[in-house]
Every structure is written in structure tokens, then in C-alpha cells.
């Protein structure tokens, strides 16, 4: 599943259907209007949705378990703001990647189901409760991410680095990426989060340079995303860099080798690839499906310009299998020394 939070990575893991806030809402049905999303997400107009983007269905007693969780704990997921095609997988393998500081976000990206308008200041409380819920899902594995909160003095990188100091200390043997966004790259927010010491710290380019200005907000700034990753490294020199990226809203294939080339040169370890599918018609409009065999060349390519981990596919997410990614690469690391 996904951030640029920038209004953004919460827009890497998008499909149709209407933004859902888990605060005060009862566990509902399984799919809870999620069905048709998945199998027939919206279609540009003359278009038909190619096969391959039909994806089936989950369900079972972990689904349930972790829907009821994750409603009793009143923190918002991206599974479900962001309408990602793969909350039935992960919701039935107890894996969710949880979104902090509300489901109002401050900037307005032209791919991005979240709803932009003006957000509730920060609970209190909600490290503990996202902490708790976490323990009681067993996670080995916990995604943060957030919307953007310009309106806060430091963005919330406070409550962000809040978040993951309760997590530590409520289940200590789960390993923990932060999502956030790109704090406009400044030194004392990064220095705020990263002093928590997440695991993976993860911040999504989104798109190409050239359709940067179009795809996300205007205080997103591709260069600006490039340097959160350098200033970051520098202070978590141990931790593990991550960025994704949606193919099919106009790039080029040069343009996207060049923005994995950027990557690899701000030191990313992880990568992550998957098709733009447009939320609603007053989103961006998807200009080409990539076929299955071009998410596979394009992920050749990137290993071959070294990262260490590469998901690259049509519904691929930021989030997607990040657990199992992570204690890939943490593995091989460790068999190196």
C-alpha cells in the first residue's frame, strides 16, 4: 500500500471508491463496499480496464480479527483512505499500515484520494492507541504514514516521532517504517523523527521530474524529495531508505530510468513501482496501463542499478509485503558481516 504525504504517498495506494474514516465507525462487513472497487476499479472514458488489473478477493477469521482492531484503536488506515486494491490481502495476513494525524490532509495532489480541508489538531493520545493496536495484531512489521500537516509548527514530525517511541516500547520486536512527508526537507523536523529511529524511513518521489508540478502539490518538490533522502542518511546511517513510484500518468521510459538513477544516487535502498489508477474522474487521468512484462524490465533495471529490494508490478503499493521486504534485506545484511 501509500507517501509523499505530501499529499502523496497516501495517493500511492489508491483505487475508486468513497474515503472512509475509521474514527467512532463500527467493524463492518468484510468488504464493505471494497468488492467492486477491486475488481472494477473506475475506467478512463473509452477505455476498457486491461485483464490483468482484476485482482481476487480475501477473506477469513484474520480479516475480520484485524478490521475489528484496527476500528477499536479509532486510527485511520491508508488501506482504507486511500482506497488501496490490496486491503483484503494484507487485512487478512494482519498487516496494515496505519495513518496518523487525521484524514484531512493540507495539500491537494492531483492523484490523491485523501480529502484536502482543514485538519483537527493532533490527538493526545494517539501514539497509545495505535501502540496498542499494534501488539494486539502481533505486527512484526508496522507502516506510519500520515497526511501532510503544514498547519503545525513542525509538521508533525512531533507526533509522528511520538508514535514510534510508543510502538517501541508497547511491542519491541516489531520492526518499524515511517511514511511521512517531506517536512519541506527541514533539519529540525527530520532531526525530530529520525532521533526516534525508525527502521526504514520511507518518502515516495511519486512521479518524474518534469511531472512533478502537475502530479502533487505545490510545495512537493521533486528536488526538495531527493534531498529528504540525503539529510536523512546522514542521520540514520543504519536504517533503510525507501521511495515508490506510479507509473502511466505521462512519463517517458528515459524519464523514469533518470528518476531511478536520482534515487540510487541519494542512496534508496528500496524501491517500489506500480500503476497510477485514477481515484475519481476529477483525478489525473491515466494516460497508459503498463503491461505485467514491463514492471518486470523495469524492475531488472533497478536491481541492476543496485537496490537492494525491487517491487515492481501493477499493484504494487508502497506498503505492499513491507515486512517481508524488510526482513529480506535485514537478513542479508546481517549474513554479509
Given at each position: 500500500?501509500?507517501n509523499n504525504?505530501?499529499?502523496g504517498?497516501?495517493g500511492?495506494?489508491?483505487l475508486?471508491g468513497?474515503?472512509?474514516s475509521l474514527r467512532?465507525?463500527?467493524p ?7 468488492h467492486?472497487n477491486v475488481?472494477d476499479?473506475?475506467?478512463p ?6 485483464p ?6 480475501h477473506?477469513?477469521?484474520a480479516l475480520?480479527?484485524?478490521?475489528e482492531i ?13 482506497r488501496?486494491p ?14 496518523i494525524?487525521g484524514d ?27 501502540a ?6 502481533g ?8 497526511v501532510a ?22 511491542a ?11 517536512f ?12 526516534a529511529?525508525?527502521?526504514i ?10 511531472l ?18 540525503t ?6 546511517p543504519?536504517?533503510y ?9 505521462g512519463e517517458?521510459?528515459d524519464?523514469l530510468t ?7 544516487a541519494?542512496?534508496?535502498?528500496i ?7 485514477r ?5 489525473l487521468p491515466v494516460?497508459r496501463?503498463?503491461e505485467?512484462?514491463e514492471f ?7 536491481r541492476a ?5 525491487v ?14 521486504v524488510?526482513s ?6 546481517r549474513s554479509a558481516?
Open positions: 500500500m501509500g504525504r505530501s499529499a504517498d497516501c500511492s495506494d489508491q475508486g468513497p474515503p472512509r467512532n465507525r463500527a463492518g462487513p468484510i468488504l464493505d463496499g471494497m467492486l475488481l476499479p473506475p475506467k472514458s473509452g477505455r476498457r480496464l486491461p490483468w488489473l482484476r485482482k481476487s478477493l477473506s477469513g477469521e475480520l480479527r484485524t478490521r484496527v476500528s477499536r484503536s479509532g486510527v485511520a488506515t491508508v488501506c482504507e483512505e486511500a488501496c490490496n486491503l483484503n490481502e494484507c487485512w487478512s495476513h494482519r498487516h496494515a499500515t496505519f495513518m494525524l484531512h490532509c493540507t495539500r491537494k495532489c492531483g492523484f490523491c484520494a485523501v480529502t484536502t480541508a482543514p485538519p483537527r489538531p493532533p490527538e493526545p493520545d494517539e501514539p497509545a492507541r495505535l496498542q493496536a499494534v501488539a494486539a495484531l505486527l512484526r512489521h508496522v507502516v506510519i504514514t500520515a500537516r503544514d498547519d503545525l509548527d513542525d509538521e508533525g514530525a512531533g507526533h509522528f516521532a511520538a508514535c514510534v517511541r510508543a510502538i517501541r516500547e508497547a519491541p520486536d516489531t520492526a518499524i517504517e515511517v511514511l511521512p512527508a517531506d519541506h526537507a527541514r533539519d529540525d523536523c527530520l532531526d525530530t523523527l529520525c532521533d529511529r525508525p527502521d524511513y520511507n518518502h515516495n518521489v511519486e512521479t518524474v521530474e518534469r512533478t508540478p502537475t502530479v502533487r502539490s505545490r510545495h512537493a518538490r521533486y528536488a526538495q524529495s531527493l534531498e529528504v533522502f539529510k536523512v542518511r546522514r542521520r540514520l543504519d536504517a531508505t525507501k521511495s515508490g513510484i506510479m507509473v502511466g500518468l517517458t521510459r524519464e533518470q528518476t531511478l538513477r536520482d534515487l540510487r541519494h542512496d534508496v535502498d524501491l517500489t513501482v506500480g500503476q497510477y489508477l481515484p475519481t474522474p476529477q483525478h494516460v496501463y503498463y505485467p512484462a518486470d524490465e523495469i524492475a531488472a533495471e533497478a542499478m543496485g537496490f537492494a529490494s517491487a515492481s508490478g501493477p499493484f504494487v503499493r508502497s506498503s505492499y509485503n513491507a515486512g517481508d524488510y529480506t534485506i535485514a537478513d542479508r545484511r558481516r
